[in-house]
């Protein structure tokens, strides 16, 4: 897996709650159970990881609850071999409705959740507000630790829109945990390998054949594969105090 740390931990998690299980058991959230590395975060979870893998233990359903807004489509997603390997131990998952853009619901949805894995949404106009009130009804709930799937090179003045809306996520997450809200975890992925298609286009160029046109600066990217997103997030998952004010990259080294 072509994952690093990608510098020190993060200032204003000194503050942060401890994510020492209330109860002797540690409940995970993962948001998003319809979506493409969601989905696979849960299978990864629920089973160990794939074949060949370096294998965790594979979390008790019993620990985990997924939340989506349209929680039947999520079993279905996770349980029908339509979608990829099945995952039936999904089915004794707690399953929940959960939509950043409704903050009270999402209140509820976090309800005695340690660890919330916080996909970032479908990119939309209200993402960035969305994200935000995500955060707050995370602390608002009780939450521990947020794991959140940011982009590579987010930043401030990020030539990239999306980079930009995950950095504002970010500082949304430092605040509140230099506010004795959850401590975070920042996973920065670089492109996925299954949207490279999406990058071809007409060549601009010449008068025929295509280009592949990207916000990539000096032409060059690492793309990663959606499962070893997964895998990244599953590993922090299961071992959230390990990762706490770290931020990982993915792939992210130019050669
Ligand atoms: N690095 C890259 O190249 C790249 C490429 C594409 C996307 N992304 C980002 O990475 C994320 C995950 O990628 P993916 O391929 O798994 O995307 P995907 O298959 O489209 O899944 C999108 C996810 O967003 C969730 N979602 C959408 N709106 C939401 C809302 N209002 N509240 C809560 N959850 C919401 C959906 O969950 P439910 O439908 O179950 O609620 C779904 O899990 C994307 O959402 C996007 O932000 C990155």
């Known amino acids: 897996m072509g994952t690093s740390r990608d510098d020190s931990r993060d200032a204003g998690t000194a503050t942060s709650p401890d994510t ?3 109860t002797g058991r540690a409940i995970t959230a993962v948001a998003g159970a ?3 590395v969601s989905r696979q975060v849960v299978a990864d979870l629920l089973t160990g990881g794939p074949a060949g893998s370096t294998r965790g233990r594979p979390m008790d359903p019993s620990d985990l609850v997924f939340l989506s807004r349209t929680p039947e489509r999520a079993v279905e997603t996770l349980t029908d071999p339509e979608h990829g390997e099945p995952v039936p131990q999904a089915s004794k998952c707690d399953i929940r409705v959960g939509d950043y853009t409704d903050p009270e619901g999402m209140r509820r949805a976090l309800a005695g959740v340690d660890t919330f894995f916080m996909v970032s949404m479908t990119e939309s106009a209200g993402r960035v507000d969305a ?3 995500a955060v707050a009804a995370a602390r608002d709930a009780g939450v521990r630790h947020i794991v959140y799937l940011s982009f590579v090179g987010a ?3 990020a030539v990239f829109t999306h ?3 995950h950095h504002a996520t970010e500082q949304a997450l ?3 945990a230099a506010d004795s809200g959850p401590a975070f975890t920042i996973l920065r992925d670089s492109f996925y390998t299954e949207v490279t298609g999406q990058f071809i286009v007409p060549d601009p160029w010449r008068d025929s054949g295509e280009a592949i046109a990207g916000p990539a600066a000096d032409g060059r990217t690492g793309f990663v ?6 895998a990244c997030a599953a590993a922090v998952l299961r071992d959230p105090a390990a990762h706490r004010g770290a931020r990982t990259r993915s792939p992210g080294r130019r050669r």
């Open 163 to 165: 980079a930009r809306e």
């Open 174 to 176: 430092r605040a509140a």
């Open 20 to 22: 020492t299980p209330r």
């Open 225 to 230: 594969t959606t499962a070893d997103v997964a």
């Open 34 to 36: 319809t979506g493409r």
């Open 155 to 157: 930043a401030e003045d």
């Open 131 to 133: 994200h935000r009130a």
